[in-house]
């Protein structure tokens, strides 16, 4: 076996579910887990003192990649699928802004599935049929933004495809702590102001909540259509270097004796001002930015311990906006090597 192995992760955007697609991107991934797995069935009846007889019974396969979050055509193509709609700025083409949103409620439209291609030493894993569960994305001082993603869906279907070439299409380098921005009641547009410098640390977790149950139907073994999402759910935490007070928020920074009673912790934005922005900035052409309208925050935690800087965490849930129709969360992005739509 050679040395320099051949590992790789890509992701193709199906036109029919289960239907194995060429890749349309490869990631910079760190670490990736895809597996199948299978249920096993055992049947005993009374005349043995144990069970005699089984079978398989529903395959499925489920994965994971951890990358350094960067404006790339992979990562894009994974938070696309957690949002569902492409709106380009005007002709945007492969490297214009442009922002993604949320299907509404009433929409017939799917969220996308995909087929990842895994490039292990020796031979290519095929998964097809797989959807996005979740996305968390987290940033602190000191390292590089990250970002996991979760999928679920179909079983595999090949272990011994060849090898392809595992060169990402992205040259630039990904978001880390000193351009990772964080905003409070408005969009974080500028990387020259207007963000607050009190964070140090913040994490969020996109679900979509998967019905794995309900992908299933009789006469096959693996999903026969993709599992329907159920309640979206969006939450985070963000730890601040100190404990804040009344007068110490200077850019909207949530503070503690504002949230202690609980009648205040509830911010309505919008999609032009929301409650919350965070924007992971490489360069003019290459960002992703996280809008939400709506958040409820949680009682902040904090505590003393010895001489340690006494620092508070606040966990928020992001909430449905009913006055900015559709919305709990938006995502702007540019890339300088995106796809020319991502609906497509």
Partial sequence: MAGNHTRYVS???????????????????????????????????????GAAKAITSKIYAEGSISMALQPCRFTLLMLHGIMGNDNPDGSAGTTGARTFTEMGNGSSTQLPSYTFRVGRDDFEHIFPGQVVDSISVSA????????????????QTSSTQALAT??????????HFAKSFVN????????????????????????TGRD?????????ETCIRAPPQTM?????????????????????????????????????????????SVLFHVDANNYIRFDFAKLIYEMPETSVSGRDTQTMTVNFHALYDVASADTMLTIACKSSVGLANYDA
């Fill in 11 to 49: 992701a193709g955007k199906e036109g029919t579910y289960n239907s194995a697609a060429a890749l349309d991107a490869i990631g910079e991934v760190e670490s990736e887990s895809f597996q199948q797995s299978y249920d096993i069935l055992k049947r005993a009846d009374m005349n043995y003192y």
């Fill in 140 to 155: 602190s001082v000191g390292e590089y933004s990250m970002m996991t993603v979760n999928t679920v869906g179909a079983k």
């Fill in 166 to 175: 595992g060169v990402p299409a992205y040259t630039g380098d990904a978001a």
């Fill in 184 to 207: 409070f009641d408005e969009a974080a547009t500028s990387t020259s102001g207007g963000f607050s410098n009190l964070v140090q640390s913040i994490d969020f977790e996109i679900k």
């Fill in 212 to 220: 794995m149950d309900n992908s299933y139907g009789l006469a096959n």
């Fill in 232 to 276: 979206r759910e969006i939450s985070g935490s963000m730890t601040l270097h100190k404990a804040l007070l009344t007068g110490e928020a200077t850019e909207g920074e949530p503070f503690f004796n504002e949230l202690m009673p609980g009648t205040a912790n509830v911010v309505n934005g919008s999609n032009s001002t929301p409650a919350l």
